[in-house]
C-alpha cells in the first residue's frame, strides 16, 4: 500500500502538473483552433473562390490545426520524449502511408478535382460507368453524388480522377437533339415548317444558334427528320418534354402520318405443315 502510495505521489508531482497542463492546452488550443476556422472561412468567402474549394481548404486547416494540438499535448505530458516521439510518429506514418495508399490516393485525386475543377457542387455530371446525377459534396477522400432518384452515391476521389467525368451543367447552354420518323410520301416541307414553329413559339428556346430541321434519311420505315434547338442547360429536360409532347400534337393536327414499326409474323408449326 505504501509503494502504491509513494508511486502516486510520485506521479502526481512529476506528471500530474504536465497532464493538468495539457489539458488547458487542449482547451486552449481547440477554442483558437475553431477561431482560425471562423476567421478563415469568412475571408475565403470575400474571395472569388468557390464553396467547394473553401470547404476543402477549411477541412486542411482543421486537420493541420488539430495535428498540431494532439502533438503539444503529448509534448506537455512527456516533455523528455519529444525527440523520440517525433521518430515513433515518422515511423508510424510511414507505416500509415503504406497502409492507406489508397485513401492518400484519394486525398491527392481530392486536391487535383479542388484546383482543375472538373466540377463544382450542383453540376449534373456523368462519372464513367459509376454513376450520374448532382454533385453535392466533394470531401478529402471522396466525392458526394445525388442521383436523379434521390440515392447517395459516393465515389471515391481517385475513381472520379481516373474517369472519363461529362459536365452537363459546365456551358450555359446546351443542345437538344432530336429525331423523328414520318411516313413516305410526307411534305417535308411542311414538317420542317412545324418543328420550326415548335421552335420559335417555345419560350425556352434559345434563337441563336437557329434550330435545324433537316432529312436525316430515309429509313427502312419512315423518313428520318432531324431536328435541333438550344436552351439554357437549367431549362434542357423541361423543354426537352415539351417539345416531344408538342411534335406529337402537332403531327396529329396537321395530319402527319407517324408510321409505326412493323413486326414480322411467323407461321407457327402447324400451319407450316
Known amino acids: 500500500m505504501e509503494e502504491v502510495r509513494a508511486w502516486l505521489n510520485s506521479f502526481l508531482e512529476n506528471t500530474g502538473l504536465n497532464i493538468v497542463t495539457a489539458l488547458v492546452a487542449l482547451f486552449a488550443g481547440l477554442t483558437i483552433a475553431k477561431l482560425i476556422s471562423r476567421i478563415s472561412r469568412v475571408y475565403l468567402q470575400k474571395t472569388p473562390m468557390e464553396s467547394t474549394t473553401i470547404s476543402f481548404v477549411i477541412s486542411i486547416i482543421n486537420f493541420t490545426l488539430?495535428?498540431?494540438?494532439?502533438?503539444?499535448?503529448?509534448?506537455?505530458?512527456?516533455?523528455?520524449?519529444?525527440?523520440?516521439?517525433?521518430?515513433?510518429?515518422?515511423?508510424?506514418?510511414?507505416?500509415?502511408?503504406?497502409?492507406?495508399?489508397?485513401?492518400?490516393?484519394?486525398?491527392?485525386?481530392?486536391?487535383?478535382?479542388?484546383?482543375?475543377?472538373?466540377?463544382?457542387?450542383?453540376?449534373?455530371?456523368?462519372?464513367?460507368?459509376?454513376?450520374?446525377?448532382?454533385?453535392?459534396?466533394?470531401?478529402?477522400l471522396h466525392t458526394e453524388i445525388l442521383s436523379i432518384n434521390n440515392q447517395k452515391i459516393v465515389i471515391g476521389n481517385s475513381n472520379v480522377?481516373?474517369?472519363?467525368?461529362t459536365n452537363y451543367s459546365a456551358k450555359m447552354t446546351r443542345r437538344?437533339?432530336?429525331?423523328?420518323?414520318?411516313?413516305?410520301?410526307?411534305?417535308?416541307?411542311?414538317?420542317?415548317?412545324?418543328?420550326?414553329?415548335?421552335?420559335?413559339?417555345?419560350?425556352?428556346?434559345?434563337?441563336?444558334?437557329?434550330?435545324?430541321?433537316?432529312?436525316?434519311?430515309?429509313?427502312?420505315?419512315?423518313?428520318?427528320?432531324?431536328?435541333?434547338?438550344?436552351?439554357?442547360?437549367?431549362?434542357?429536360?423541361?423543354?426537352?418534354?415539351?417539345?416531344?409532347?408538342?411534335?406529337?400534337?402537332?403531327?396529329?393536327?396537321k395530319g402527319v402520318l407517324v408510321p409505326f414499326k412493323k413486326v414480322k409474323v411467323l407461321p407457327n408449326e402447324e400451319e407450316v405443315r
Open 66 to 140: 488539430y495535428l498540431v494540438i494532439v502533438f503539444a499535448c503529448i509534448s506537455i505530458i512527456f516533455p523528455k520524449a519529444s525527440t523520440q516521439l517525433i521518430a515513433i510518429l515518422g515511423t508510424a506514418a510511414l507505416a500509415i502511408g503504406l497502409a492507406l495508399q489508397g485513401s492518400l490516393s484519394n486525398f491527392a485525386s481530392g486536391i487535383i478535382i479542388i484546383f482543375t475543377k472538373p466540377f463544382k457542387e450542383g453540376d449534373y455530371v456523368e462519372i464513367g460507368s459509376h454513376a450520374s446525377g448532382i454533385i453535392k459534396s466533394i470531401g478529402l
Open 161 to 165: 480522377m481516373n474517369s472519363t467525368i
Open 176 to 253: 437538344l437533339d432530336f429525331t423523328f420518323g414520318v411516313g413516305y410520301g410526307a411534305d417535308i416541307d411542311k414538317v420542317k415548317e412545324i418543328l420550326i414553329d415548335i421552335a420559335k413559339n417555345h419560350p425556352k428556346v434559345l434563337e441563336v444558334p437557329e434550330p435545324l430541321v433537316r432529312l436525316l434519311e430515309h429509313g427502312e420505315n419512315a423518313l428520318i427528320v432531324r431536328f435541333r434547338a438550344w436552351t439554357k442547360s437549367s431549362d434542357y429536360w423541361d423543354t426537352y418534354y415539351d417539345i416531344q409532347e408538342s411534335v406529337y400534337k402537332a403531327f396529329q393536327d
